[in-house]
């Protein structure tokens, strides 16, 4: 990843609707949400809701499926893999030992 595609990202999270939405997306994994069940259950208005969606999108950190008439919109996993790699390449001027509670507390969760 570039630093400036990390600085789209990390520009789209830096909003809290916005980081809300991406974790909700994380958590629902690897179904998705329609972009009118995001807005409900944030309780943001769905033309804010999609302003936020497009946002995360063009950040690579969302993706969007039309299923019928509805656009089921799901986390970017690898965008999402793409920026914490990102963070942590240059982890520990390369001793692996000093980043092992960073990766054995991250193991549990994916």
Known sequence: MENDSAIAAFGAL???T???VFRLLVR???DGMAAGDIARQLDVPQNTMSSHLGIL???GLVQSERHSRSIIY???LDGLRALTLFLIK???AGKAELCAPLIAELAPCC
Do not use: N
């Open 74 to 76: 799901r986390a970017d």
């Open 57 to 59: 999108a063009r950040a």
């Open 14 to 16: 830096a909003q809290g």
């Open 18 to 20: 916005r980081l809300d």
């Open 28 to 30: 629902h994994e690897p």
């Open 90 to 92: 240059d982890c520990c």
